[in-house]
């Protein structure tokens, strides 16, 4: 075993390159990395980015900063209208939506972190979602083909680490963040606080090290 490189912010966020696509974990802006959001912002010069993230942040906040920067090419998300700004940028053509229902949105994520090569789903059959999508019926019900979503990096934020990786989630704010660090090439995690090894109870313990490659405390 081998511990996680604990790297600065804008170490970490030079791993990102135009084009990328990047995981960004929280629900709004509960359990999200907003140190390496900041750093992304304010160090990096990479563009032409889709965002996997449930929404793309609020007006001026969290993942809404990169949008005012024009960085982002494509947004695939759950919902949008937790920030007005990404709504008129998409009614503008100056951004490409993705909607993907939560729970499927969840699982596409997890099976691409799985290595799942796609999954069928009642959700959105027979609705605009499903315009493209193959289609089979399973037991009597319409059901659409989904696909795995993967990113080239995942920014995700844990309350607490081990000097290995391990990430320990502190209530609500574990949402997709647990999901996203499986599904990346490189798994960044923005952390509250990094303990020895050992310090963590193994029960504790959401997502293995094995998932983590850098570690970043939080500011």
């Given amino acids: 075993m081998t511990a996680s490189a604990v790297i600065s ?6 791993r ?19 140190s390496l ?8 010069a990479a563009t032409d980015l889709t965002i996997v993230s449930n929404n793309i942040g609020e007006p001026g906040r969290g993942l ?31 951004i490409e939506a993705t909607l993907v229902p939560q729970g499927t949105f969840a699982e596409a994520i997890r099976a691409g972190g799985a290595g799942v090569g796609g999954f069928y789903t009642p ?4 609705t605009l979602l499903a315009d493209g999508k193959e289609e089979r019926l399973i037991g009597g019900v319409r059901h659409v083909l989904e696909w795995p979503i993967r990113a080239d990096v995942a920014l995700v934020y844990a309350a607490r680490a081990d000097a290995l990786g391990n990430l320990w989630y502190r209530r609500t704010a574990r949402n997709f963040n647990p999901l996203m660090a499986t599904a990346a090439t490189v798994t960044v995690a923005e ?9 963590l109870e193994p029960e504790c313990v959401v997502t293995p090290h094995v998932y983590v490659d850098h570690l970043v405390e939080s500011t």
């Fill in 123 to 126: 959700v959105g059959a027979g």
């Fill in 64 to 94: 809404g900063k990169l949008l005012r920067q024009g960085r982002i090419r494509r947004g695939i998300s759950s919902y949008f209208t937790s920030n007005p700004e990404a709504v008129a940028a998409v009614n503008a053509g100056e």
């Fill in 16 to 34: 990102i390159r135009s084009g990328h696509t990047v995981m960004v974990g929280g629900f709004g802006l509960v359990g999200a990395p907003l």
């Fill in 9 to 14: 912010a804008e170490e970490a966020v030079a």
């Fill in 191 to 199: 952390v509250g606080e990094v303990l020895p090894v050992g310090a």
């Fill in 37 to 44: 959001i900041d750093a992304l912002v304010e160090h990096s």
